[in-house]
Nanobody
Framework: QVQMVESGGGLVQAGNSLRLSCAAPGHIFKSEPIAWFRQAPGKERDFVAAITRSGGLGYYADSVKGRFTISRDNAETTVYLQMNSLKSEDTANYYC??????????????????WGRGTQVTVSS
């Protein structure tokens, strides 16, 4: 079964930074936009950021705008999420996925597939 592989999570203090990585099979990676979502215990999976196929445009949730940056390296088939100025409310399991359908926005989890197992980010205050 095809899956994305997330890595880079960990425990950090508020105000610090982390960079998450998302690796995928090349034939899937290069053809579609890719997004990061996150899910905290007892909560729904929320959109964080998405990046277009070429990497030219990024889309962000309001809660992370100005602090997080999404980028992609098509040669390495990897997408990154640079997270700065982390807050305790950023604590969650972070997942990446590939868009397989288009409902009109980039932030609908139902448009994405090939979810990985996620990487845990814990921010202590």
């Amino acid at each position: 079964q095809v899956q994305m592989v997330e890595s880079g999570g960990g425990l950090v203090q508020a105000g610090n930074s982390l960079r998450l990585s998302c690796a995928a099979p090349g034939h899937i990676f290069k053809s579609e936009p890719i997004a990061w979502f996150r899910q905290a215990p007892g909560k729904e999976r929320d959109f964080v950021a998405a990046i277009t196929r070429s990497g030219g445009l990024g889309y962000y949730a309001d809660s992370v705008k100005g602090r997080f940056t999404i980028s992609r390296d098509n040669a390495e088939t990897t997408v990154y999420l640079q997270m700065n100025s982390l807050k305790s409310e950023d604590t969650a399991n972070y997942y990446c996925a590939v868009r397989v359908r288009y409902s009109g926005t980039y932030n609908s989890a139902g448009d994405y597939a090939y979810w990985g197992r996620g990487t845990q980010v814990t921010v202590s205050s």
